[in-house]
């Protein structure tokens, strides 16, 4: 059964810093690129940064490059999204998502929210 649960959202101040999870279960994790969206109230879910399956070849959107870093650990199943100088429209649903497989299918977790507020 394919699963992807993320963890670590929460409320931070502008500025702070965040470290986001996604374990996964279900798949074979390592050969799966896996991708951080995000989705705020009333805007199009946002690709956020991805991470290639294998090599690790990391990607980012301009309004995050230097800012968040995406990270794997194949022996844990899990990718991390460690998300620093957080500013207010970083504020939205957090979603994990992992392609690949004999199928390249996707699959999706059910996301943690950040909120960036003072």
């Known amino acids: 059964q394919v699963q992807l649960v993320e963890s670590g959202g929460g409320l931070v101040q502008p500025g702070g810093s965040l470290r986001l999870s996604c374990a996964a279960s279900g798949f074979t994790f390592r050969r799966y690129a896996m991708s951080w969206y995000r989705q705020a109230p009333g805007k199009e879910r946002e690709l956020v940064a991805r991470i290639s399956m294998i090599d690790g070849t990391t990607n980012y959107v301009d309004s995050v490059k230097g800012r968040f870093t995406i990270s794997r650990d194949d022996a844990k199943n899990t990718v991390y999204l460690q998300m620093n100088s957080l500013k207010p429209e970083d504020t939205a649903v957090y979603l994990c998502?992992?392609?690949?497989?004999?199928?390249?299918?996707?699959?999706w977790g059910q996301g943690t929210q950040v909120t960036v507020s003072s």
């Open positions: 998502k992992a392609w690949g497989g004999p199928a390249r299918g996707d699959y």
